[in-house]
């Protein structure tokens, strides 16, 4: 990649080797295909793609590459099992997650818009299931956007409040 190289990705190769007849003309053209696709957890695009075209006019190759800034080169962790109930809420909501270790954890509520509607800083006094009561009471009807972060780590739920 021009941005440096991406590690743990799952490379998928594709094989296709086909004739076309084209009646009334006496002519035959034949195809050969390799496509090299490969992907990376948690990006839900190719991050490159090399193709070969091969037939019996002439042959083309092409690549593409998914921009450094939705690929990543120092990948952010993850806060595993980050779930909030019940979902839909009325008056408060329980936000679950795994913590590695004793830290400090930040949750936000924000609007579908991205405007952060309540910010909250909880202290984790050890590592292992999380639960976080937080008060919902006094927001309007809608879809919200709940994200929690420790050391880099972000996670998001969607949360519906009626």
């Known amino acids: 990649m021009p941005y440096g190289t991406v590690s743990n990705v799952v490379r998928i190769h594709t094989h296709e080797d086909y004739s076309d007849e084209y009646v009334g003309y006496g002519m035959q053209v034949d195809y050969l295909t390799d496509a090299y696709v490969f992907y990376k957890q948690g990006i839900n695009y190719p991050i ?14 092409y690549s593409s590459y998914l921009d450094q800034s939705y690929v990543g080169i120092s990948e952010q962790g993850t806060i595993e099992g980050f779930s909030l109930y019940p979902n839909p809420a009325t ?6 997650f795994e913590s590695d270790a004793a830290d400090l954890a930040t949750i936000n509520i924000t609007d579908l818009s991205g405007k952060l509607i309540s910010s909250t800083n909880t202290t984790i006094e050890s590592a292992g299931m999380q639960s976080i009561r937080l008060d919902v009471s006094n927001l309007e009807s809608g879809l919200y956007i709940v994200s929690i972060n420790i050391d880099n780590k972000t996670a998001f739920v969607k949360l519906n409040v009626q």
Request: proline share 0%.
């Open 48 to 61: 490159y793609t090399f193709t070969s075209f091969t037939s019996s006019s002439g042959s083309t190759m």
């Open 91 to 96: 008056d408060f909501v329980m936000a679950e």
